[in-house]
């Protein structure tokens, strides 16, 4: 299956979805899927707003912007939105260093009409109370997001869903951050490689998330992940995303961290 099949599938589980009221509850079917422009890391430095422009040609409409050399891409907050806006796109969201500039990158998501900052990465933490000292961090990063007009999150990776101390520190962080200040972006490829299952966590936490990162992968028999292309993997997407529905997910953004050839031709839709 390649990502143009894989894509109309998924959307059309989920109008399915929405005739099945026994199974969820005031679904929707998923009408646009968006993309996450590190997946195409390799064009954007070199020509922002071409790659921008190729994306918006092949039916994207939701961009999620990263850190790169300025998530903006060199624009200022007013030209990055009129430029986007005139394509019919939005960028939605952007992953960003909270540890940088914070009260400035705040004010230009603002005012470029974002809806989401999110922190991208934190790495393995030695024990939960570091994870824990995070999780305050979250609260006042996000207190800051959110007087701002915008809501804060983390994007997770396989890390915080495997065990430390007895428990799973994602957890903790959902556990030890406000509702009101922090949300939660799920990457379905890392809480997959990590072993844990999907749907049942969208069951426990699902209103805690937002937005969700969606690319696929195989593991092998040592456990070594390797990303796909979207549908050669293994990732049972039409279970996990109905969960994803059920729970509320607003935004679905194709990801690709790795590709076999060129990255634009793995993001064709």
């Not at 020509?47 to 300025?70: H, I, N, V």
């Not at 990590?194 to 937002?210: C, S």
Request: hydrophobic fraction near 35%.
């Amino acid at each position: 299956m390649n990502r143009r099949d894989f894509l109309k599938q998924t959307s059309a589980l989920s109008a399915g979805i929405a005739l099945t009221p026994s199974l969820f509850t005031e679904a929707k079917p998923i009408k646009k899927f968006g993309i996450q422009l590190y997946s195409v890391r390799d064009l954007m430095p070199k020509d922002a707003k071409g790659t921008m422009k190729k994306l918006a040609e092949m039916g994207y409409t939701q961009f999620e912007s990263y850190g790169g050399p300025d998530f903006l891409w060199g624009m200022s907050p007013k030209e990055c939105k009129t430029f986007l806006g005139d394509m019919g796109v939005k960028m939605v969201s952007t992953h960003f260093d909270m540890n940088k500039d914070l009260d400035k990158n705040i004010e230009r998501g603002a005012e470029a009409g974002l809806k989401y900052m999110l922190c991208p990465y934190l790495g393995p933490q030695k024990t939960i109370d570091d994870w824990k000292k995070k999780a305050d961090l979250f609260n006042q990063v996000g207190e800051k997001v959110t007087n701002a007009g915008m809501k804060f999150g983390y994007h997770n990776h396989d890390y915080s869903f495997k065990p430390l101390e007895g428990q799973i520190p994602h957890e903790v962080l959902l556990a030890n951050t406000d509702p009101k200040k922090v949300m939660f972006e799920l990457d379905l490829c890392w809480i997959v490689a990590a072993g844990q299952d999907a749907v049942e966590h969208f069951k426990k936490y699902g209103k805690r998330y937002e937005l969700v990162h969606i690319k696929d992968m195989v593991k092998d028999s040592s456990g070594k992940v390797t990303q796909k292309d979207l549908g050669q993997g293994s990732i049972d997407f039409v279970t996990i995303l109905k969960a994803a529905k059920k729970a509320g997910v607003k935004y679905y953004l194709v990801e690709q961290e790795q590709y076999p050839g060129a990255s634009i031709d793995s993001i064709k839709v």
